[in-house]
Nanobody, 123 residues
Framework: QVQLVESGGGLAQDGESLKLTCAASGDTFNAYIVGWFRQTPRQEREFVAAIRPGGSTIYADSVRGRFTASRDNTKKTVFLQMNSLTSDDPAVYFC?????????????????WGRGTQVTVSS
């Protein structure tokens, strides 16, 4: 098992940046693919990005080119650098972990979840 804790959320101005951190503890971190999802009160949980143990990434179309996922396996930490934030980005952001190689854009693929961190963008 793995436990996940997100941090780094907060308030940013339109066009500014935030960097989220997902700190893991527990089982062998290198075995897990880590995904980022976000959710608003009016929408279902939405895939944002995923990063494999070797560092390869996939992104949702809505964030590609603006968000970058990275990880430090020695520190059991995953990051989501969010640049050029817009009014479409405010949400609670979650990190999640899975050992599955398939369907990484689906929230149901992930067995372990953090509690989320709030991101707010002010115009």
């Amino acid at each position: 098992q793995v436990q996940l804790v997100e941090s780094g959320g907060g308030l940013a101005q339109d066009g500014e940046s935030l960097k989220l951190t997902c700190a893991a503890s527990g089982d062998t971190f290198n075995a897990y693919i880590v995904g980022w999802f976000r959710q608003t009160p009016r929408q279902e949980r939405e895939f944002v990005a995923a990063i494999r143990p070797g560092g390869s990434t996939i992104y949702a179309d809505s964030v590609r080119g603006r968000f970058t996922a990275s990880r430090d396996n020695t520190k059991k930490t995953v990051f989501l650098q969010m640049n050029s934030l817009t009014s479409d980005d405010p949400a609670v952001y979650f990190c999640a972990a899975t050992t599955s190689q398939l369907f990484l854009c689906r929230s149901t693929t992930y067995a372990y979840w953090g509690r989320g961190t709030q991101v707010t963008v002010s115009s």
